[in-house]
């Protein structure tokens, strides 16, 4: 998959980023390889790897997951305790996006 300077261009904007030519080249360049890596690593027969960590696995003993319990939610009125301003139970927090 090729990644072109307009991929970058349209990322950039959806992430509020101003980049300059320079960087626009440069991080399409390392886009690309970054992804001709990846298919060249697609490419490899894997089928007899063995896992080296999985998520769902059987648990023993002294694994360190803990049974899952129903408790009380959050209140709100807990939630925005230490917040530094509040509004309406809700955090209030400075304008980021000036677009």
């Known amino acids: 998959m090729k990644i072109g300077e307009a991929d970058i261009r ?3 904007e959806l992430a509020n980023l101003a ?8 991080m399409a360049r390392d886009m690309d390889g970054i992804l001709q ?10 089928s007899g790897v063995e896992p080296m960590a999985q ?9 360190t997951l803990r049974e899952d319990r129903e408790r009380a939610p959050l209140s709100n009125a807990d939630a925005v305790a230490n917040a530094a301003v509040t509004s309406g139970g809700y955090y209030k927090v400075p304008r980021v996006i000036e677009r």
């Open 10 to 12: 349209r990322v950039a």
């Open 19 to 26: 980049l300059t030519e320079e960087e626009v080249a440069r």
């Open 37 to 46: 890596h990846i298919d060249k690593l697609s490419e490899l027969d894997t």
């Open 55 to 63: 998520v769902l696995y059987d648990a023993e003993e002294t694994a």
